[in-house]
């Protein structure tokens, strides 16, 4: 077990350095490689047999030279920068990291329903301004803050993420409606039920999505989705950027339709200075920062440790090419 040849293709990008490689280094010999760029992945993969990467994508072609390559292990849950059918033809396992940012991207989901609806950095940054200062009353009743407790709120994808979402929204008194490719009836209750997409889009007050990037769902949230929903409605995105269509968000932004975005993901990574939604109104962004804490990063590290080590041991998990 301890030979066991293992490249980390982009660790910076999981580990910047306050993060130990211990649970990696453990299981074999480790080469460790802050970013990969294309040109360079047939040299960093070289002879290992483990790989472990989150953005470096991996073609057939890749696979074809690198014969020596036994296992694909990901700092990530999402799989589509990898050509897995090759990789299944193969006999190499991908194996994703299912969960490890539930916690970490629902906070943050409702971190930016509650900055739309509560607004808090405006208000901070008005008192030290000094506006309450000159207020004559004890308190200062401002327009736009809302509360979550009787809204309905349409969560889309409802994985491990979808979930702890809604226990949030569900503890702040709001009522859940549910998207998702498999119905669950055991997670439906007196607050929370599955619908149809159409149904969901009509009905919400704040629509959060939480699916991933496929075939079917990117480009979903569109000007003819939006033209279903209720004027006013907020949309939060902490999944994927190409989930929505941005210049159609942004028109939606502009005319009213949509009351607020709350977005960490973007179809360009990192976002390009043409982006549309910076010059949307009533847009709240981040740079991609949902999974981004260090617990959940040192999660991370050793669920793909977990994930090295069963392999070593003949029963790989979280395959995502069985």
């Given at each position: 077990?301890?030979?066991?040849?293992?490249?980390?293709?982009?660790?910076?990008?999981?580990?910047?350095?306050?993060?130990?490689?211990?649970?990696?280094?453990?299981?074999?010999?480790?080469?460790?490689?802050?970013?990969?760029?294309?040109?360079?992945?047939?040299?960093?993969?070289?002879?290992?047999?483990?790989?472990?990467?989150?953005?470096?994508?991996?073609?057939?072609?890749?696979?074809?030279?690198?014969?020596?390559?036994?296992?694909?292990?990901?700092?990530?849950?999402?799989?589509?920068?990898?050509?897995?059918?090759?990789?299944?033809?193969?006999?190499?396992?991908?194996?994703?990291?299912?969960?490890?940012?539930?916690?970490?991207?629902?906070?943050?989901?409702?971190?930016?329903?509650?900055?739309?609806?509560?607004?808090?950095?405006?208000?901070?940054?008005?008192?030290?301004?000094?506006?309450?200062?000159?207020?004559?009353?004890?308190?200062?009743v401002a327009p736009g803050l809302t509360?979550?407790?009787?809204?309905?709120?349409?969560?889309?994808?409802?994985?491990?993420?979808?979930?702890?979402?809604?226990?949030?929204?569900?503890?702040?008194?709001?009522?859940?409606?549910?998207?998702?490719?498999?119905?669950?009836?055991?997670?439906?209750?007196?607050?929370?039920?599955?619908?149809?997409?159409?149904?969901?889009?009509?009905?919400?007050?704040?629509?959060?999505?939480?699916?991933?990037?496929?075939?079917?769902?990117?480009?979903?949230?569109?000007?003819?989705?939006?033209?279903?929903?209720?004027?006013?409605?907020?949309?939060?995105?902490?999944?994927?950027?190409?989930?929505?269509?941005?210049?159609?968000?942004?028109?939606a932004l502009a005319c009213g339709k949509?009351?607020?975005?709350?977005?960490?993901?973007?179809?360009?990574?990192?976002?390009?200075?043409?982006?549309p939604l910076l010059r949307a109104p009533?847009?709240?962004?981040?740079?991609?920062?949902?999974?981004?804490?260090?617990?959940?990063?040192?999660?991370?590290?050793?669920?793909?440790?977990?994930?090295?080590?069963?392999?070593?041991?003949?029963?790989?998990?979280?395959?995502?090419?069985?």
């Amino acid at each position: 077990m301890g030979q066991t040849t293992i490249a980390i293709l982009d660790g910076q990008r999981t580990n910047p350095g306050d993060l130990s490689w211990t649970p990696i280094e453990a299981l074999g010999r480790v080469s460790l490689y802050p970013a990969t760029a294309p040109e360079e992945l047939l040299d960093h993969i070289g002879d290992h047999e483990v790989i472990v990467l989150d953005k470096p994508v991996i073609t057939r072609r890749i696979l074809e030279a690198c014969p020596k390559l036994r296992l694909i292990a990901l700092f990530a849950t999402g799989f589509n920068n990898i050509d897995v059918e090759a990789a299944r033809e193969r006999g190499i396992p991908v194996c994703n990291a299912p969960g490890y940012s539930s916690y970490a991207v629902s906070q943050l989901a409702a971190a930016l329903l509650l900055e739309i609806t509560t607004q808090v950095g405006r208000h901070n940054a008005a008192l030290r301004a000094g506006a309450w200062t000159d207020n004559r009353y004890f308190c200062q009743v401002a327009p736009g803050l809302t509360e979550i407790a009787g809204k309905t709120v349409g969560i889309i994808g409802y994985g491990g993420i979808g979930q702890a979402f809604g226990r949030i929204m569900k503890a702040m008194g709001a009522e859940l409606l549910v998207y998702a490719r498999h119905r669950r009836p055991e997670l439906e209750d007196a607050h929370t039920h599955y619908v149809s997409l159409n149904e969901l889009y009509a009905r919400s007050d704040v629509i959060s999505l939480h699916c991933p990037a496929n075939a079917d769902s990117l480009g979903m949230i569109n000007a003819a989705a939006l033209e279903q929903m209720k004027d006013g409605v907020i949309l939060i995105n902490t999944a994927r950027g190409g989930l929505i269509v941005e210049e159609d968000v942004a028109a939606a932004l502009a005319c009213g339709k949509l009351r607020a975005l709350g977005q960490d993901a973007f179809a360009v990574e990192p976002i390009r200075p043409d982006n549309p939604l910076l010059r949307a109104p009533n847009c709240y962004l981040t740079p991609h920062i949902g999974w981004a804490p260090r617990e959940t990063r040192a999660r991370l590290v050793e669920l793909v440790a977990d994930n090295i080590r069963a392999w070593q041991q003949g029963r790989p998990q979280n395959v995502v090419n069985p």
